[in-house]
């Protein structure tokens, strides 16, 4: 099956821009997730769907961070406006119902000078 | 917080079987065991998860400590493309709900020698 594609795969933006990036999970997979990865460590959960509706976004800095997805497949993340501290890969996980295991895109590298 | 411990990083001679340890003391009934490794440059990747019992597949096996307090990922014969950071997490069985998603701590950074 294919995996979970993300794009851009590098992204280098100034402070105070703003960026979107956008994951299309596997196919039929109803939950998705969007990761941030600071480097040297683990990744972050920011935000979980299930099909096109919320279910856990208290990670989420909501003040510049936004996410959303429409019919309940592709999903797009926006920084705006973007912040120095913000530099990090962005990992979108999608999964099956039940016991099934993440399966992650390769990420997005976000560097904001 | 992750609720689990690991070493912060372990080395390893090539085509030499690897056991990499996860202390998780707090765990609770319904948590599984999770493995999952990150290569360079990419996403994590699912390796293997348990309840109670031993498990094993093409990739690893997990041998579960009796009282569930710590767990073992075993690589039996690890190659250059094993080296990687290992993550352990507790994953509650409550699936669909925002309990049972992943959290990460900072894993081991496996590195294999030729």
């Known amino acids: 099956e294919a995996g979970v594609a993300q794009s851009p795969r590098y992204k280098i933006i100034e402070k105070r821009q703003s960026v979107a990036f956008w994951c299309n999970p596997i196919?039929?997979?109803?939950?998705l997730y969007w990761y941030q990865q600071i480097l040297g460590q683990g990744p972050k959960l920011l935000i979980q769907?299930?099909?096109?509706?919320?279910?856990?976004d208290s990670q989420l800095p909501k003040d510049r961070f936004s996410a959303e997805r429409l019919k309940g497949v592709d999903s797009t993340l926006k920084i705006q406006p973007a912040k120095l501290e913000d530099s990090a890969v962005y990992l979108c996980?999608?999964?099956?119902?039940?016991?099934?295991?993440?399966?992650f895109g390769s990420g997005t590298r976000l560097t904001v000078v | 917080d992750a609720k689990t411990t690991q070493p912060n990083s372990m080395e390893s001679n090539e085509e030499e079987p690897v056991h990499l340890p996860c202390n998780h003391s707090?765990?609770?009934?319904?948590?599984?065991i999770h493995w999952y490794r990150q290569l360079p440059s990419q996403g994590p990747e699912y390796v293997i998860h348990?309840?109670?019992s031993n498990v094993n597949n093409r990739m690893a096996s997990l041998a579960i400590a009796e009282d569930r307090k710590s767990s073992t990922l075993i690589l039996h014969r690890a190659t250059l493309r094993d080296a990687a950071v290992y993550y352990c997490?507790?994953?509650?069985?409550?699936?669909?709900?925002?309990?049972?998603?992943?959290?990460f701590g900072k894993g081991t950074k496996l590195s294999v020698k030729p």
């Open positions: 996980a999608s999964r099956s119902t039940g016991v099934g295991g993440y399966t």
């Open positions: 196919s039929g997979h109803a939950t």
């Open positions: 769907f299930q099909n096109n509706g919320v279910v856990d």
């Open positions: 707090t765990i609770s009934g319904t948590d599984y």
């Open positions: 348990g309840l109670t």
């Open positions: 997490i507790l994953r509650d069985s409550n699936y669909g709900g925002s309990q049972g998603n992943l959290i």
